[in-house]
Structures are given as structure tokens and as C-alpha cells.
């Protein structure tokens, strides 16, 4: 079964994992999951962090011991979908139709039934709440104002945790 985007999102979140991409992944790994999705790389002049930004996906890396480079950062940034944002063709290729935002209500009711908690933090700010799944994903969502109430609207990004695998 094809899952709608927003049920790939909400795995992502839950998963702590882009597919098999983790934090502590390789770059080689990296390359191999992505396959020929178009990408563009910076690389600091002291040659500590590289970033690989694909559009909706950022992944940040950093040398390990060895001084090959490991990711350390992933990054879900599904904003960018607003603005007509490049996909990586492993996401095209697994979901259907991809909408411009992801809401937030769509998102946890995309979670509940693989059994995943998420809970606000108190990271938050005017305009954007954070949220944590069970797997330690940051989840940022949009706020909207309604009758003075403040609620999440669409999910922003998807940050998922630091710690390496």
C-alpha cells in the first residue's frame, strides 16, 4: 500500500529515520539511499560539518575519528514543500500525491495508530511549538491564533535526534 505523505511523514517522526539514514550514518550510505537525488553540498573551510541539502531533506555531517564523514544532523524541512521544493526520489517514489503543507492534526492522527506519543515541549516560541515524539524526534509546528487560543496549525519541520546509533 502506498501511504499518503503524511503517514510518511509521521513514520519518519516515529522511526527516528529517513528509511535507513540516521544520525551516524556515512556519507557513502547517505549516497546510496538517495541514489541520483539532486542535491547541493557545502562545506565549512575548516572541513568540521558538511551539508547536504536535497530540498525537503537536509543532513548535516562531521568527520569521525577515522575523518570520514558521519551524519549528525537530519533534517524533515516540510515547509519547504510551500514553496515547490525538490523532492529525493526515494520519497517520490514511496508516497502518493504530496501536498504543499502537512497538518498538524493529520500528523498525530497519522501517529496514534502505530502507537507513538507526542508531547509538547517547552521549546516554544511566538510563532512555532515544539513537539517530541517517544523516538526523541523534534516535531515544529506552526501556531494559530483562535479567540486568543493558541493551537498548532502545520507541521514545519522534523528534527530527529542527535544521538548516534
Not at 64 to 70: F, G, I, L, R, S
Not at 112 to 118: A, D, Y
Request: glycine share 6%; hydrophobic share 40%.
Amino acid at each position: 500500500m502506498i501511504p499518503e505523505f503524511h503517514e510518511f511523514v509521521a513514520e519518519v517522526a516515529i522511526s527516528n529515520s529517513l528509511f535507513e539514514i540516521r544520525n551516524g550514518v556515512s556519507v557513502g550510505s547517505v549516497d546510496q539511499l538517495m541514489g541520483e537525488s539532486e542535491s547541493y553540498e557545502e562545506v565549512d573551510r575548516n572541513r568540521y560539518w558538511m551539508r547536504r541539502d536535497y530540498g525537503l531533506v537536509q543532513i548535516d555531517f562531521n568527520p569521525d575519528e577515522q575523518k570520514e564523514w558521519v551524519s549528525f544532523g537530519i533534517k524533515l524541512s516540510v515547509h519547504r514543500l510551500q514553496w515547490g521544493t525538490s523532492i529525493p526520489i526515494p520519497i517520490v517514489e514511496l508516497v502518493s500525491d504530496i501536498p504543499e503543507k502537512i497538518y498538524f492534526d493529520d500528523f498525530l492522527t497519522a501517529t496514534e495508530p502505530r502507537g507513538c506519543l507526542v508531547r509538547r515541549t517547552d521549546l516554544n516560541f511566538r510563532d512555532e511549538i515544539h513537539y517530541m515524539t517517544q523516538a526523541g524526534a523534534d516535531v515544529v509546528a506552526t501556531v494559530k491564533e483562535e479567540g486568543g487560543e493558541f493551537s498548532p496549525d502545520y507541521v514545519w519541520e522534523i528534527n530527529l535526534a542527535t544521538q548516534r546509533t
